[in-house]
């Protein structure tokens, strides 16, 4: 399973992830549509991120997420109906949303953000479950 | 291929803050078709839903219109709430018509797409009158703006079949059969008069269609005698502004709200996503409310076979998604799948049983005095696919086997059937003879007001009996809770609209259980407020289930935990968002009960809807029999002693009984006196001109009603 894995210990809360992965695919610097959230606790730096666990496939109202073939939750956006209910249930409170936007929306582990990232605190980790 | 018989073009109309601004009129007979404006004066009054229904029901029919005359109209309309998928119980139909078994008007409010698709079509409601000669499928194509009428003499009877073969017919491919629903009942409809409506949605990951019913009065049957087979709608494109909302923002902000709800509280409250409404199974039996053996007692020590785990253990499925419509995370709707048949015409085949809901384990269970799961499921999925209601065959047959038991009726007077408490073989060829029109079956189907007259008089059962254990109520029959011990719900039951079904109020944990309403005055309160916030989710397209069967966690700590207040508000924030009114939770209350006087009012324009069409049978308020009194004689000699000032071992056992009668029947009465003054009703029953004027409903058309009455 391929997830992104956030090292907090070297994270300086610099942002450049979220403009990356907004900018990737919102073509806009706004953190409300980063699919990766920074937070600051004290100057130690979370990170807000999906961890594929999967546990809004089987919620879905639409039956419109699924796992891919690398163990990534993704939204089949032709069947999301934007009832936003995966963002109540997301555990992690990982999965976005903006009132712009018809459907929410997560982090695919793109790698965006780690290329993005000067620090290299971010990296793509693939597991077996 | 089948013959068309009429095609009409429409362009669909866009829909804008929760309305289509059409409806569509349908005449079965001579293949009319029409569309007519819904106007300001119809949403300011009537809102949706259940008041468009009344209302277009009432310019359709007379007080001579009977259920199968031809101007009865079938009535089905989602609200301007309907097909929102950001909030959970969003996507209900309310259907209405004049029922075969009260001949005043019906309501029942369904899950399943069809109301949603329809309303998306661009219809916010749509009129079903007159009668096809031949049967008929109606298709809607709300995408195209096609509507096509065609014989459907060639197609299968029963829902589970007609369905599957439907949206197999109109889906271009797998994934696009999400995008169909079908509205049928089943083979049974055309022989009882307890038929009702099933209401399709695609269940895209067991590959299956399922069912919710619309199934109190008698739907069904009115179906089948205009000769529709099925009705089908298309629409593709379903997303969180289809309905076009004047505020997205705050419906995404309390959608997510209550989401996070569900996911925190459901396992630690009432496991809605687990079990359905079948959680309370256990918790009726603790509190002697479980109907068992026609209402005598309310529970029994066998009820743990039929409980909740049972069910979770070896029949549901568990951890996917089971909602009626999106965005539902209640997901209440459950299944047992791979269910096998092991009598009628399907025996050996394995299918999807849509449920169990609570009524049907305490009705087709307990109260038939059937404790076996098997035999719940098995009945639970005949009874839908035969199109039958099974809360009014529950009751009708818990009658039936009370009568036989008492031997007011003999086997040979049921066609040789041995219908004794517990014999689930002879309710499931009951069901099956239903199906056939055969043996026993169609009397059985005429519901308990007919059939008391008929054993009377043609198997000369003790008619004053039959009256006090036949459960039903202007002809509807009860729906499935004991009672007898709350006098708020013996009001909740009879002092309602359409007759004793719980979803106009369910006042037992309340009076009885938290004593929270003591008063005839808090009663009366109580029995005002309920039914009309209840009456607002069917003028708006909702499912009740997610007021409260969730709470947030600190309702408990609110003034007044049992309206859950934040759910209340819920409310308000998404009518408003949806429509661009700005309403309060006063208006709301105002809303329904403009809509809930004009039904009174039907009901006495069409020969009912006074005091005397109220009252109960003695069964619904206390002890008819022997056995009951001395099954819980220890309560009731001590309510002779405390609520008297009897002393009950100075009387023999029929004095008690008939003391404890005579004051349970005073109190009914005191309280019917308390809740029509609360209403705004004269002492008969009939809703006054003053409080008409304040609701601003006195309309020409309903004075000239009430007049005479006052």
Known sequence: MKALHHRQEICTGCLAC???????????????????????????????????????INMCTAHAIYRDRNGVVRINKHLCVGCMGCVGFCSELAMHYSDDLPEPFKCIACGICVKACPEGALEILMSKS | ????????????AKIDKGYSGKSLYIHVGDLRIEEKEVTEFMKEKFVGGKGFDLWYLWHAVTPETRWDSPENEIVMSAGPLGGITQYSGTGKTLVCAISPLTDIPIDSNVGGYYGPLLKFSGWDALELQGKADKDILIFIDGNKGHIIIEEADDLPEDSHLLAEELTSRYAENEQDKVNVSVVSTGSAAKHVLMGMLNFSFYDPRRKTVRFKQAARGGLGTIFRDKHIKALVVKYKGIKGDTNNPADLATLNRVGIKYHKQMHDLDDKQNAMRKIGTANTIMVMDKYDLLPTRNFQTGGDPDAYKISPQVFINEYLTQG????????????????????????????????????????????????????????????NFYCDTYGIDLISYATTVAFIMECYEREEISQEDMGGLDLRFGNAQASLELMHQMSRGEGFGPLAGLGIKKLKKIFVERFGADENLLDDIGMENKGLEYS??????????????????????????????????????????????????????????????LCKLPWNDIVPADNYLTDTPAKVPEHVQNYVEIFNAVTGKNIDKEELILQSERVYQF?????????????????????????????????????????????????????????????????????????????????????????????LQELGMDLPMLLEIIKPHL
């Not at chain 1, 403009?19 to 990170?47: G, P, Q, V, W």
Request: proline fraction near 5%; charge should be negative.
């Open chain 2, 480 to 541: 499935e809770y004991l009672h007898k011990e709350s006098l708020a719900q013996q009001g909740g039951f009879a002092l309602t609209n359409k007759g004793p079904q719980h979803d106009e109020a369910w006042l037992i944990f309340m009076d009885m259980v938290n004593n929270q309403i003591p008063s005839f005055e808090d009663k009366a309160y109580a029995l005002y407020y309920y039914p009309m916030f209840r009456t607002w989710f069917g003028l708006c397209g």
């Open chain 1, 18 to 56: 979220e403009i990356a992965c907004s900018t990737a695919y919102f073509k806009t610097e706004d953190r409300n549509k980063s699919s990766i959230r920074i937070l600051n606790n004290d100057n130690t730096f979370h990170a807000n991120i999906c961890t594929q666990c999967g546990e809004c």
């Open chain 2, 1 to 12: 291929m089948s013959k068309i018989l009429k095609e009409y073009t429409y362009t669909p």
């Open chain 2, 599 to 691: 039904q009174r009012i039907f009901n006495i324009r069409m020969g009912k809807g006074l005091r005397e069409h109220d009252s109960a049978p003695y069964r619904s308020m206390g002890p008819v029999t022997r056995e009951e009194y001395l099954s819980r004689q220890e309560r009731y000699d001590k309510q002779l002693q405390e609520l008297q000032g009897l002393d009950p071992s100075t009387m023999t056992l029929d004095e008690k009984i008939a003391k404890t009668r005579a004051y349970r029947e005073k109190q009914f009465e005191l309280l019917t006196d308390a809740v029509y003054k609360r209403r705004g009703w004269t002492n008969n029953g009939v809703p006054t001109i003053e409080r």
């Open chain 2, 320 to 379: 996917i998604h089971d909602g009626c419509w999106y965005g539902c995370t209640m997901s209440c709707a459950k299944t047992a799948d791979h269910f096998p048949l092991k009598t009628g015409p399907y025996a050996g085949q394995c299918v999807t049983v849509d449920g169990p809901e609570y009524e049907c384990a305490a009705g087709l269970g307990a109260n038939l005095g059937i404790f076996d799961p098997q035999a719940v499921l098995e009945q």
